[in-house]
């Protein structure tokens, strides 16, 4: 596979984890709520499952050795931004 494929795929895996991110935050949100409860903080093994999370995906993009396995490549700053964007 092309590195252009590589970096277009790694991008949709990124965008896809965001968005599944953002849609556990917002289930976390009940209508008419503020953003900034302490129920939203409230469940320390949400954020533990996240951290787990991003590190997995993290290294997936990023780590040499799993690279070709997934089929992956790095991303930059703008790809990052891209993915924030649409998640």
């Given at each position: 596979a092309?590195?252009?494929y590589?970096?277009?795929?790694t ?5 896809l984890?965001?968005c599944?991110f953002g849609s556990?935050?917002?289930r976390?949100i009940?209508p008419?709520?503020k953003l900034?409860?302490?129920y939203?903080?409230s469940?320390?093994?949400l954020?533990?499952?996240?951290g787990?999370?991003?590190?997995c995906?993290?290294?997936l993009?990023y780590?040499p050795?799993l690279q ?6 790095g991303?930059?700053?703008v ?9």
């Amino acid at each position: 596979a092309s590195v252009a494929y590589a970096a277009a795929t790694t991008l949709t895996y990124a965008t896809l984890c965001i968005c599944q991110f953002g849609s556990i935050f917002m289930r976390r949100i009940s209508p008419g709520r503020k953003l900034l409860t302490s129920y939203l903080w409230s469940n320390k093994k949400l954020f533990v499952a996240f951290g787990i999370s991003i590190a997995c995906m993290l290294s997936l993009i990023y780590l040499p050795l799993l690279q070709p396995y997934f089929g992956t490549e790095g991303l930059g700053a703008v790809d990052w931004l891209t993915a924030l964007i649409a998640g």
